[in-house]
């Protein structure tokens, strides 16, 4: 497949960079995104906007989505108005980067088909700082033909893409990576909270133990933003709490039970009731933090609480 244009939906934290790279790689962009001045920077570069997602794919080769929540998946893709798909041209493959239900990726995926179109469903991970610097991973469901043919678009994005299988098996694969997160999250606070009040170097705490059995993407990245009291989303509590909110539902149809998937959900919800829905993820330390710990110096809330 020879891939000139591609179509790009959705230009926040995560789809802006990873357009940007493509628009570099010498990819005709065609681009939308609800709030047209997040994609000035592109247009100046040369990418083309369009006003809707439908015009956006038109001609393209392969039409890519990242946006927020399965609602906003099912509208950009399957909306008899404005859906991209209604746009593409037979061939085309599109790409849902977004985290969502593995449910709707089917139900595209057969929309599409019957209408000459092909759809993957390849959630992403890496974060903020993987969008930025290409070092996305890419976990991809669907036909391995279409997978294969977009291997030259991966590459730009990140260095692996991984091919899970059927359609849907690529959301399955991000909720397992969003499930070790959720747990790493809680791990990483809980170490800053026990250098802190043993007096230790924080900073070089955390330094040193990213080299060895204790490292995670968590400390690693979100660690020195809890240092500096850091707590810009690189990824909102609001769109985490929608991704264990997925894993949780694929829990509940399996007979599955996660209890530290539980808690996280639990401690996320409780933060965003309280106002903190758009602070990235690692404001899950808010919950240790001086100014929300009772006198006793213990946690907000307990796993007992929860």
Not at 142 to 147: P, Q, Y
Not at 200 to 214: K, S
Not at 267 to 294: C, I, N, R, V
């Amino acid at each position: 497949m020879d891939i000139k244009k591609i179509g790009f939906i959705g230009l926040g934290v995560m789809g802006a960079p990873m357009a940007g790279h493509l628009l570099k790689a010498g990819y005709e962009m065609h681009i939308y995104t609800r709030t047209k001045a997040k994609a000035l920077e592109l247009i100046e570069q040369g990418a083309k906007w369009f006003d809707s997602p439908f015009e956006c794919a038109q001609d393209c080769d392969v039409v890519i989505s990242i946006v927020g929540f399965p609602e906003d998946v099912r509208q950009v893709w399957m909306s008899p108005i404005n859906g991209a798909i209604k746009g593409m041209k037979k061939g085309a493959i599109g790409v849902d980067m977004t985290t969502s239900l593995p449910d709707l990726a089917v139900e595209i995926y057969n929309f599409a088909k019957a209408r000459g179109v092909h759809i993957l469903d390849c959630p992403v991970t890496g974060g903020d700082i993987g969008a930025k610097n290409a070092t996305l991973t890419m976990l991809c469901g669907g036909d391995k033909e279409d997978f294969e043919a977009l291997a030259p678009v991966f590459k730009v994005l990140g260095p692996r893409a991984e091919h899970f299988g059927p359609i849907g098996n690529g959301q399955l694969a991000k909720a397992c990576n969003q499930i070790a997160v959720a747990s790493s999250m809680f791990s990483t606070c809980e170490c800053i909270v026990f250098a802190k009040r043993m007096g230790l170097d924080v900073e070089q705490t955390i330094n040193t133990l990213q080299g060895g059995a204790a490292g995670s993407f968590s400390l690693k990245s979100y660690g020195p933003r809890i240092i500096k009291g850091d707590f810009a989303p690189g990824f909102k509590i609001a769109h985490f709490i929608k991704d264990l909110d997925i894993a949780l539902k694929v829990c509940s149809h399996k007979g599955i039970s996660l209890p530290g998937v539980d808690l996280a959900r639990k401690a996320y919800g409780m933060l965003k009731d309280m106002g903190h829905g758009e602070l990235g993820t690692q404001a899950l330390y808010l919950f240790y933090s001086s100014s929300m710990m009772p006198d006793s110096g213990e946690p907000l809330v307990s796993a007992d609480q929860m």
